[in-house]
């Protein structure tokens, strides 16, 4: 048990009460590097304000499981929470007219941490760009100014078989990808429609990053690489972009401030091809947002099910934003059928980085590996000999779970 929990529990020790990441001093430049992702304001008083966005599709289904076992957990750990529910996504284009309201980014910046579910569907697909619900998570990223996304990718030895590569390969599997969020090809100037001399029609984007963007992700990564294996492989197309190259050139002048970390480069074609063919020789991948964004994807797999991934996304202050990697899956939606546990271990996420409860992310994070040791699965994660249950039914057993386990068994 202790064995698996850590598993679990590794590749998101980045921040304990006693260590001090993000508030550490880190020379030369200590106001880029200081991720301030605690609430602040709170000692002593352990009472929360949390942002919930279900957002679209199966968002809802998840968060509504999340924030039964965030309450629970917090009674247990005498914690408050007061929960403020919002409207975004496709759901908020319904309801106000825009994907991301005022409102809603209001009451996210006053809040402690955001929990999203996820967002999108096909009524929106076809929607202009301004009013498509992809449009409202990057506003509201940008809005929180979360700049470093941590997608933890983690083989838990009880779903190896869910992982379609060969168990001598996924077995073990222990990395996360730290991808820059809020810059690049997704916000680069100029971008547009237009035509060309030939008056075809052209569509365009710009790759670009400045040094402090490339040297604050940097940074987030080299202390995440620290608190882990000490290997870091930052990945870039410097043999073809310009902002590749000067991403390389800048990560490679921070290293010296971090002796103790290995630090590689790696072309990002390479990159998709090493996740598959040798997944184990990655600890932390720092990369840009399109690349990460892609490879993140591609590492999720690795595991099995895109449905089991959490994420954090953590800026230098203000509420850190959480939510699954995964999208919102109409197919399934109200189905009660996906898997809420990506969701549930992003609300642990959020009592770690979010809130420096470490003690209740790690009742979480227990819970979720006693569940899957009990045998249950959502269909995503099925295999022969174990219990298939929805959505609803997998949040009961994670609850019970959350409830059975004493403060003595989370930690030993
Ligand atoms: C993700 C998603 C988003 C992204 C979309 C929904 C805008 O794919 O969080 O990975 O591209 O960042
Ligand atoms: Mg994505």
């Excluded at 882990?228 to 190259?245: I, P, Y």
């Excluded at 022969?384 to 929805?390: A, E, I, K, P």
């Amino acid at each position: 048990m202790a064995a698996m929990l850590a598993n679990l529990v590794r590749p998101i020790k980045i921040k304990t009460p006693d260590s001090d990441f993000g508030r550490r001093k880190l020379s030369p430049t200590p106001s880029r590097t200081s991720i301030r992702c605690l609430a602040s304001g709170k000692s002593g008083e352990r009472s929360y304000t949390l942002t919930l966005l279900p957002g679209d599709g199966i968002g809802p289904e998840v968060v509504a499981v999340a924030k039964d076992v965030l309450s629970l957990t917090a009674s247990l750990e005498g914690i408050k929470f007061h929960f403020k529910e919002m409207p975004m996504g496709g759901s908020a284009l319904d309801a106000a007219g825009v994907p991301l309201p005022d409102e809603t980014l209001d009451t996210a910046k006053g809040s402690d941490a955001v929990l999203l579910g996820a967002i999108g569907g096909y009524k929106w697909d076809k929607n202009e760009k301004h009013l498509k619900p992809e449009t409202g998570l990057l506003q509201l990223r940008v809005g929180l100014g979360v700049y470093a996304n941590l997608r933890p990718a983690v083989v838990l030895p009880q779903l190896v078989h869910a992982s379609t590569l060969k168990k001598e390969v996924a077995e073990g599997v222990d990395l996360m990808v730290v991808r820059e969020l809020t810059g690049g090809i997704y916000f680069g100037k100029p971008r547009g429609f237009g035509t060309n001399d030939n008056n075809e029609d052209i569509g365009f984007n710009t790759e670009l990053y400045s040094a402090s963007e490339i040297d604050r992700i940097a940074r987030v990564a080299f202390e995440v690489a620290r608190k882990r294996n000490g290997k870091l492989c930052s990945v870039d197309k410097a043999n073809v972009l310009e902002a590749s190259m000067l991403w390389r050139k800048r990560v490679t002048m921070l290293a010296s401030e971090y002796p103790d970390v290995e630090l590689s480069h790696m072309y990002v074609d390479n990159a998709a091809m090493q996740l598959i063919r040798d997944p184990k020789q990655f600890d932390t991948i720092v990369t840009n947002n399109i690349f990460g964004d892609i490879l993140s994807d591609e590492a999720s797999m690795l595991t099995g099910s895109i449905g089991m991934l959490p994420s954090a996304s953590i800026g230098e202050s203000g509420p850190g934003l959480f939510e699954p990697i995964h999208g919102s899956a109409p197919d399934i939606a109200g189905q009660d059928k996906a898997n809420p546990l990506a969701t549930v271990l992003s609300a642990a996420m959020l009592l770690k980085y979010g809130l420096g409860e470490e003690s209740a992310a790690q009742r979480i994070e227990a819970a979720v590996i006693e569940t899957l040791n009990r045998g249950f699965r959502t269909g995503d994660i099925f295999s022969s000999g174990t219990t298939l249950v929805g959505c609803k039914r997998m949040g009961e057993e994670v609850l019970k779970c959350v409830d059975s386990l004493t403060p003595a068994s989370v930690t030993s």
